[in-house]
C-alpha cells in the first residue's frame, strides 16, 4: 500500500482507540451505578436498574447505534457528532452487560462480611465502600477483561454512521486498491494487536488488585522446604507425617 492509504489507516486506529476509550469509561460508570443499584434495599431502585438492564441487553448494539444517530435529532431537535453518538449508544448497551458483571460480584462476596460491616455499625456506603468493593473489583477483571475486548470489537459497527475507524477506513483503503485480502488481514491482525494489549493490561491489574486484598497466587514450595519438612518430619501440606 501507498503512504497516503496507510495514512488513513492510522487515522482509523487513532479513532477507534479514542472510541473505545470513551466507551469504557462511560460502560464502566453505568456498570458501578446499575450494578450497585441492582442490589439496593428498595424495590424500586433494583426494578429501574433491572430494568434499563433487561432493556439495553435485549437490543441490538448496531440497531441503537442507528437510533442514536438518525432517530433522536428529529425527535429533539439536535445532533450529536458520530463519536459521541457511538459513545452513547455502545457506552449504555455494554454498561448494561457490565452491571451484571458487577451485581453478580458483590452478590457473591461472603455474607458474614456483610454482617461484620452491620454490627461495626457501618453506614451501607461504607459497608460498599471499605467491605463489598475491594473484595468485589478483583473477582470482576476477568468477566470485565472479556467485556472490553467485546466492546473493541463492537467499534466497527460505528462505520455505518460513516465515522472513520478502523474498520470504515480499511473499506476506503479496499475501494481504492480492489483487492480485500490484503488491507482485510493488516485489519485483523490490528484488531487482534489491540486486544492483546488490552488483555494483558487487564491481567496485570487483576494481579495488583488481588495481591492487594491478599488474593495473589500461592508461590510454589522450593525444594530446601521440602527437604527441610522430611528432615522434620512434617509434610508440605503442614500435617505431621
Known sequence: MTSGLWELVLKGIWITIQLLFFSTLLAGAVSF?????????????????????EVFRGTSALVMIFWVFFVLPPAFGWQLVPMWAGTLALGLTYGAYGSEIVRGALTAV???????????????????????????????????????????????????????????????VRLALQESAEIYTYILLIYFVIAFLLTR?????????????????????????????????????GGVG
Open 201 to 237: 493490561v487487564m491481567r496485570g491489574l487483576e494481579k495488583k488488585l488481588k495481591a492487594g486484598v491478599g488474593k495473589a497466587p500461592k508461590r510454589g514450595i522450593s525444594a530446601q522446604e521440602l527437604k527441610r519438612a522430611d528432615t522434620t518430619g512434617v509434610g508440605a501440606g
Open 33 to 53: 451505578v446499575v450494578g450497585i443499584a441492582r442490589t439496593h434495599r428498595l424495590w424500586i431502585v433494583r426494578f429501574l436498574a433491572g430494568f434499563y438492564t
Open 110 to 172: 461472603d455474607p458474614a462480611q456483610k454482617e461484620g460491616g452491620i454490627a461495626l455499625s457501618f453506614t451501607p456506603w461504607q459497608r460498599m465502600r471499605l467491605i463489598l468493593l475491594p473484595q468485589a473489583v478483583p473477582e470482576m477483571i476477568p468477566p470485565f477483561s472479556n467485556l472490553l475486548i467485546e466492546l473493541l470489537k463492537g467499534t466497527a459497527l460505528v462505520s455505518i454512521m460513516g465515522m472513520g475507524d478502523l474498520a470504515f477506513s480499511g473499506n476506503l
